[in-house]
């Protein structure tokens, strides 16, 4: 946590540069005169709630995402207390704006709209400093990393550098949305190059100016930075984050049982959507056993959510090769069968025996799924011909158009729920707004990561975990199902409401912490309390008195 000890302070106009420490208005009048503040501030003291007003109506003024985002941003850089106060309080219009789909945005401009440095950069020019250049990072009791390589940036492919908001708006929902602590949070830009000609070629860009490294000298500069973290900060979790294929699988692999590592887009897609399977069977009353899933997109988030719904059938009983064949997976060449040549590793144990075919509408027609789940990046392709042969097959047709941002899904809300007469049981990635047909109105259901990453990192965090494991995950998916409650049900939405974030992650990471010290993953004792020592850690956005 902050020092709040004055006599660790800054002073004067140094504290009101210090985004950590930083109360603005809300000096009281012995602070002013303790610190060095009078005639520094205008005289009036407003409070935290007045803040907020003020920089709501600010944020709410602005014309477009873009410039809200920008504003956010510019309110973290000199007072994060504010700033996640504002996020706290009004988080289902903050979110859209600090995260998907408005950071995608931000990501393609960014380094357009770069005002101040924020996270830590760690390029391949670096190899053999990257300790020196982690401990020039000012918060010594780090106990997060988010780092990406900026390859596979949303559904926006390669930004390079330019992924750094990406890393800076996932902690942002770590401290928001499950109270880590903001000083215990690094977003890390792993720098090996871009491929993408545009940026190379635009002289404000603020990455290295080189085709992406591969091979020995990205394996060499990525185990130096596992090595480096872990001696800096120790017990430190890393998430891996939008990392393209080629790389994501065989990180997670080689590193998972080395050091505290998980992919959020691997396991935490794998678990929301499970999420949301799980929460879906509220509505068709069917048995987990009984579902098919068919797969638009055969990459980590598809991989990741099939790996999770088959160790839930595991767990009920299923052999896992049967498990594994209630999965299917349709990538750019077509449906993935086992006599298909040269398929990628992370695809082979959802190869199965079947005839080969690139036309998508006639493989639902064949496997007759009870879900199609578009993880593919590309928009439009669950057209009206694949909805309604959906609702043709179920009563109740899962439809999950996932890809982000917002003008990547495979369909929008109100085609799914129009095509299919009001039956589609449907989940996005970013937020669509509420589609009324006929006589009601459906709340689609944002199948989003910040349901479960923020939880389970807390639950890690909070009970020094050795390593994050695909059993806490599929815990994850199953409580965030059950903070399901009937209501939302019945509005169509197979996730509960934003406002309750913190209480979900809050119950997630108890599930997460429990695996820990039931699984002897931890040197830490045992709260008699786990939940309530859970809740003692959260941070949460109150400014100390410093006099």
């Known amino acids: 946590m902050a020092d709040n000890n004055t006599s660790a302070l800054h002073r004067g106009v140094k504290i009101l540069h210090d985004p950590v420490r930083n109360k603005g208005t809300a000096f009281t009048e012995a602070e002013r005169d303790q610190l060095g503040l009078k005639g520094l501030l205008p005289p009036r003291v407003h409070t935290l709630a007045e803040q907020e007003l003020k920089a709501l109506s600010n944020i709410r003024e602005k014309p477009t995402d873009l410039e809200r985002y920008l504003y956010l941003v510019s309110l973290q850089d000199r007072n994060e207390t504010l700033f996640y106060r504002v996020v706290l309080n009004n988080i289902e219009e903050i979110m ?42 000012p918060h010594k009791d780090a106990r997060m990393i988010v780092v990406t390589d900026g390859e596979r940036i949303l559904g926006l492919g390669d930004l390079g550098a330019d992924g750094m908001g990406i890393a800076i708006g996932k902690l942002a929902l770590y401290t928001a949305c499950a109270g880590i602590h903001p000083t215990h949070c690094i977003p890390i830009m792993f720098d090996v190059g871009t491929n993408n000609n545009a940026l190379l070629d635009d002289p404000l860009y603020n990455g290295v100016e080189r085709k992406r490294v591969r091979g020995e000298e990205y394996d060499a ?13 120790p017990g430190v979790v890393i998430q891996l984050e939008d990392f393209g294929n080629v790389n994501a699988f065989r990180l997670l ?4 049982d080395r050091t505290c590592l998980f992919d959020d887009d691997i396991q935490g897609t794998g678990a929301v959507t499970v999420a949301g399977i799980i929460s879906a069977m509220g509505l068709t009353g069917g048995d987990l056993s009984a579902q098919k899933l068919l797969f638009l997109g055969a990459g980590e988030a598809a991989v990741g959510t099939a790996d999770i719904f088959s160790e839930a059938l595991v767990q009920a009983g299923m052999p896992l090769e049967e498990a594994r064949q209630r ?3 349709f990538d750019t060449k077509g449906l993935v069968v086992a006599s298909r040549p040269d398929l990628a590793a992370h695809k082979l144990p959802y190869a199965h025996d079947h005839p080969a075919s690139d036309d998508f509408h006639q493989v639902i027609e064949t496997l007759r799924p009870t879900a199609i789940i578009g993880l593919s990046g590309q928009p439009g392709l669950f057209t009206q011909q694949v909805v309604e042969t959906m609702a043709s097959i179920n009563d109740r047709p899962i439809i999950f158009a996932l890809s982000n941002p917002t003008v990547k899904a495979e369909c929008t809300a109100e085609q799914a729920y129009t095509w299919s007469e009001g039956r589609a049981i449907f989940a996005s990635g970013s937020p669509f707004d509420p589609v009324k047909f006929g006589n009601r109105t459906f709340v689609p259901g944002q199948c989003n990561n910040a349901y479960i990453f923020p939880g389970v990192g807390l639950g890690v965090v909070a009970s020094h975990a050795r390593s994050v494991t695909d059993e806490m995950f599929l815990a994850s998916a199953r409580t965030l199902a059950a903070q399901v409650s009937d209501a939302d049900l019945e509005r169509g939405r197979l996730f509960p409401s934003l406002s ?13 912490a ?9 040197d830490r004792e045992r709260p008699e309390n786990i939940l309530e020592d859970i809740r003692d850690y959260m941070f949460r956005p109150i400014y100390p008195h410093y006099a």
């Open 96 to 137: 859209p704006l600090i995260y998907t789909p408005t950071v995608g945005k931000a990501c393609q401009e960014f380094q357009h709209i770069f005002r101040r440095s924020r996270g830590l950069y760690l390029s391949i020019q670096d190899r053999g400093r990257i300790r020196e250049l982690m401990q020039n990072w």
């Open 221 to 233: 500069l990525f185990a130096e930075f596992i090595e480096a973290a872990n001696d800096v900060f």
């Open 253 to 256: 692999a080689e590193y998972r």
């Open 327 to 329: 999965s299917f997976l």
């Open 500 to 512: 309750r974030i913190r209480e979900v992650s809050a119950h997630i990471a108890l599930e997460v």
């Open 514 to 522: 429990g695996i820990a010290y039931d699984r002897g993953l931890t």
